[in-house]
């Protein structure tokens, strides 16, 4: 049963290292830029529904929180872009990483400033 365990652990990771690079290459061939705020910028969405989700915060239900939290995040990721990364166009790809590495400590910061550096968990959307 461990070996299992193991053999699913590991297919999972792996999976998720490859969406991961699957983002970097999408955002790249889609921009010409290489985005190291992609992670950070998953963490808000994650935030956003935990903070639209759990009792602690606004409580509401977990499948009217998604969506809300993919409309903000999709508005959010619109004005990075047309305020903040489309105005580096022209500018060398070493002044573009800078940027987005200095994006993910703003979002870092953000998201440790609202929700605390605690962890924090999810409630299940289907428990019991």
Same mark, same amino acid.
């Given at each position: 049963?461990? $070996?299992?365990? %193991?053999?699913?652990?590991?297919?999972? +990771?792996?999976?998720?290292?490859?969406?991961?690079?699957?983002?970097?290459? =999408?955002?790249?061939?889609?921009?010409?830029?290489?985005?190291?705020?992609?992670? &950070?910028?998953?963490?808000?969405?994650?935030?956003?529904?935990?903070?639209? +989700?759990?009792? &602690?915060?606004?409580? =509401?239900?977990?499948?009217?929180?998604?969506?809300?939290?993919?409309? %903000?995040?999709?508005? %959010?990721?619109?004005? =990075?872009?047309?305020? @903040?990364?489309?105005?580096?166009?022209?500018?060398?790809?070493? *002044?573009?990483?800078?940027? +987005?590495? *200095?994006?993910?400590? $703003?979002?870092?910061?953000?998201?440790? *400033?609202?929700?605390?550096?605690?962890?924090?968990?999810?409630?299940?959307? @289907?428990?019991?």
């Amino acid at each position: 049963m461990e $070996v299992i365990q %193991l053999i699913i652990s590991g297919l999972s +990771t792996g999976c998720v290292y490859g969406l991961i690079a699957m983002g970097f290459v =999408l955002i790249y061939k889609a921009t010409e830029a290489i985005n190291f705020a992609q992670g &950070d910028m998953m963490m808000m969405g994650a935030f956003i529904t935990l903070g639209l +989700t759990n009792s &602690d915060y606004m409580a =509401l239900p977990f499948w009217i929180s998604v969506p809300i939290t993919i409309a %903000l995040m999709g508005c %959010l990721g619109y004005l =990075l872009d047309s305020l @903040i990364i489309r105005r580096m166009f022209g500018q060398s790809q070493l *002044a573009v990483v800078i940027l +987005t590495i *200095a994006l993910g400590f $703003v979002a870092r910061f953000i998201a440790g *400033a609202i929700w605390g550096h605690e962890p924090q968990s999810l409630e299940s959307p @289907i428990a019991g």
